[in-house]
């Protein structure tokens, strides 16, 4: 039997070391090998674990939470001594991850190794949610950005005091920051001029916004068809309860519906059909109350 020390490396999407990612490897048969095992400050394990050539292929399982899980395959080619994997750190914004199971379960159940389901892809339920209540009402609840929109500059639309109004295209707006580009085309030297590092905010200046109109007001140089170029961020900053609501609810009938997880879903003596069907009618009556408000 060869054997030989093989250790990971744990970095985030920005390159910067994991610690107390969880480690653990499964042989092909699906034993472990050892017991799992937290990243250092350096991203890797205190102590490497031993891997036998005979069995070529690996089972890599890395969780920590507020990241995205990692289970890799790992097979041995050669005698590597170490591994790299990039754990990215996930978000949600209409709710936690922990909500969706507290309604579920109160507080005695938590996402772990063992379960059939972790807290990451929870996340991904979450945030295709999210996707899914802002297309149903129109709105959004989060930060999105719109990038590079064209708008015309025309002449006509000019004000009293010089300045042209444009409406954008996504409401409402959030406070302009570094992110913002507010580009105006330079016909005679075919460039873009862009009023947030280049011009002055304020309404005696070149620019201004009137964020609860969502209107951005430039004094223009130069006039043409598509000749403004907008990117910028827009949203409602505070989520209501309701949205939060309908968050968790959608996301508690993803997991009832999914088939691997439906075996770990007890509510007492409730039978799962009867979860279904409140949890459905739930969502129905606020997803109507919000269509209501909005049309």
Do not use: H
């Not at 929870?122 to 590079?148: C, F, Q």
């Not at 910028?232 to 309701?242: F, L």
């Not at 997880?261 to 069907?277: N, P, T």
């Amino acid at each position: 039997m060869t054997t030989y020390s093989f250790n990971v490396l744990v970095k985030d999407e920005d390159d910067n070391a994991v610690e107390n990612a969880t480690v653990s490897i499964y042989k092909s048969d699906g034993t472990q090998v050892g017991s799992s095992a937290d990243t250092n400050a350096s991203g890797t394990l205190a102590t490497a674990v031993t891997l036998d050539t005979a069995d070529n292929t690996y089972r890599l399982l890395i969780t920590k939470t507020g990241y995205t899980t990692q289970d890799r395959q790992y097979i041995i080619s050669q005698e590597d001594t170490s591994y790299f994997i990039e754990l990215p750190a996930y978000s949600t914004t209409y709710c936690t991850v922990e909500e969706p199971a507290r309604y579920i379960y109160g507080d005695r159940f938590t996402y772990s190794n063992s379960s059939k389901i972790t807290d990451s892809t929870v996340a991904e339920l979450i945030n295709n949610n999210e996707g899914v209540i802002n297309a149903y009402t129109g709105d959004s609840w989060k930060s999105n950005s719109a990038t590079n929109e064209m708008y015309d500059i025309d002449y006509d639309q000019l004000t009293y005091d010089g300045f042209i109004p444009v409406a954008v295209d996504s409401l409402p707006l959030r406070t302009a920051d570094a992110t913002w580009k507010i580009e105006l085309w330079d016909t005679d030297n075919e460039v873009y001029i862009d009023y947030v590092t280049d011009k002055t905010e304020g309404r005696a200046e070149d620019y201004y916004i009137d964020y609860d109109r969502g209107i951005i007001n430039i004094k223009p140089d130069f006039y043409n068809e598509n000749g403004l170029q907008l990117t910028y961020k827009y949203g409602t900053t505070t989520v209501p309860e309701g949205i939060k609501k309908l968050c968790i609810l959608r996301t508690v009938l993803d997991l009832i519906n999914m088939d691997n997880y439906v075996s770990e879903i007890k509510m007492g003596d409730q039978e799962l059909q009867e979860i279904r069907r409140s949890v459905e009618s739930q969502i129905k009556e606020i997803e109507y109350s919000y269509r209501k408000k909005k049309f």
